[in-house]
């Protein structure tokens, strides 16, 4: 079983800044790619970022240079560092990884979702 835990949402003012933390835990071999997605109220959920196991990174061309992402690759764990937040940021942010099990069996796992909201 693998579990993936968010934190770092909240309430913040247009301009402001904050941190999104996923870390995974559970049986886990191997993680590649992780990624933060969100969801604002009547829209598709989108992809926000994506790293690597090696570093690479692809963001939305909504949150290029404002948002950055990193992980821990010995801690499991994938942030994202929000700057110059706008309204139109304010979604459910989830993490997501592809995890390869100790038994050797792929899944892809999200996390429960944390609120974000900026205010104008």
């Known amino acids: 079983q693998v579990q993936l835990v968010e934190s770092g949402g909240g309430l913040v003012q247009a301009g402001g800044s904050l941190r999104l933390s996923c870390a995974a835990s559970?049986?886990?071999?191997?993680?590649?790619?992780m990624g933060w997605y969100r969801q604002a109220p009547g829209k598709q959920r989108e992809l926000v970022a994506r790293?690597?196991?090696?570093?690479?990174?692809d963001y939305a061309d909504s949150v290029k240079g404002r948002f950055t992402i990193s992980r821990n690759n010995a801690k499991n764990t994938v942030f994202l560092q929000m700057n110059s937040l706008k309204p139109e940021d304010t979604a459910v942010y989830y993490c997501?990884?592809?995890?390869?099990?100790?038994?050797?069996?792929?899944?892809?796992?999200w996390g429960q979702g944390t609120q974000v909201t900026v205010s104008s």
């Open positions: 790293i690597t196991s090696g570093g690479s990174t």
């Open positions: 997501n990884a592809p995890v390869v099990n100790t038994r050797g069996v792929w899944n892809a796992y």
């Open positions: 559970g049986s886990i071999f191997s993680i590649n790619a």
